[in-house]
């Protein structure tokens, strides 16, 4: 079965600086990425997404991530943080494989920006 | 155009009781997944409709079943809930190639 692993489970920065979470993921095949953010009482939204082409993906937010293929990661960067990127995010993964397919979550990082 | 619409918000059952959730995914969105959120099992993915049929499923027992209807809602049911069920169920909508996610509020179920 396909496992996520996020290597932060908690992140403390201050403002401006650079922000870097880890994913890797287990499934050596085709798969699809994805960086979901939830804020605060709010719903799950997408940041970014890799289908397929150029590693390095742009989303929305100034975020971006570089798929790896040789090292089954996908992290997510952020250049300067706001003290609005206080969230939790998730890397996910959907790909082939039989039996379940949905979408398989890493454990989440709980990022803190302090102002 | 509307999101993803998960009624209701909130749920307060006891233990034995069965619930039933409601999903209502964007207009002309044909798959619908579900996915239980707690703290210490995270994401975890329950079932995945398309076009009325069960195209995809998690490790879940039994006692977490779903549907979904001609026009696309879905509901999903819990029956002899238990302690452990307390989650915030996620539902997701997606498009013609179901691999883009759209989330719901969710609904909140807590189980006494």
């Known amino acids: 079965a396909q496992s996520v692993s996020q290597h932060n489970h908690h992140v403390i920065l201050s403002e401006a600086a650079s922000l870097e979470l880890g994913c890797n993921y287990s499934y050596g095949g085709t798969v699809n990425l994805f960086w979901y953010v939830q804020y605060p009482g709010q719903h799950l939204q997408l940041l970014l997404k890799?289908?397929?082409?150029?590693?390095l993906v742009k989303g929305i937010k100034g975020f971006e991530a570089e798929f790896i293929k040789s090292k089954f990661s996908f992290n997510l960067r952020k250049p300067s943080v706001q003290w609005s990127d206080t969230a939790e995010y998730f890397c996910?993964?959907?790909?082939?494989?039989?039996?379940?397919?949905?979408?398989?979550f890493g454990k989440g990082t709980h990022l803190i920006i302090q102002p | 155009k509307a999101g993803v619409t998960q009624t209701p918000r909130y749920l307060i059952k006891t233990r034995g009781q069965q619930v039933t959730l409601s999903c209502s995914p964007i207009s002309g969105h044909r798959s619908v997944s579900w996915y239980q959120q707690t703290p210490g099992q995270g994401l975890q993915f329950l079932f995945e409709y398309f076009s009325e049929t069960q195209r995809n499923k998690g490790n879940f027992p039994g006692r977490f079943s779903g549907r979904q209807f001609s026009n696309s809602r879905s509901e999903m049911n819990v029956s002899t809930l238990e302690l452990g069920d307390s989650a915030l169920y996620l539902c997701?909508?997606?498009?013609?190639?179901?691999?883009?996610?759209?989330f719901g509020q969710g609904t909140r179920l807590t189980v006494v």
């Open positions: 996910a993964v959907k790909g082939p494989g039989g039996g379940a397919d949905g979408l398989t």
């Open positions: 997701a909508s997606s498009g013609t190639q179901g691999i883009e996610a759209f």
């Open positions: 890799y289908f397929s082409g150029d590693p």
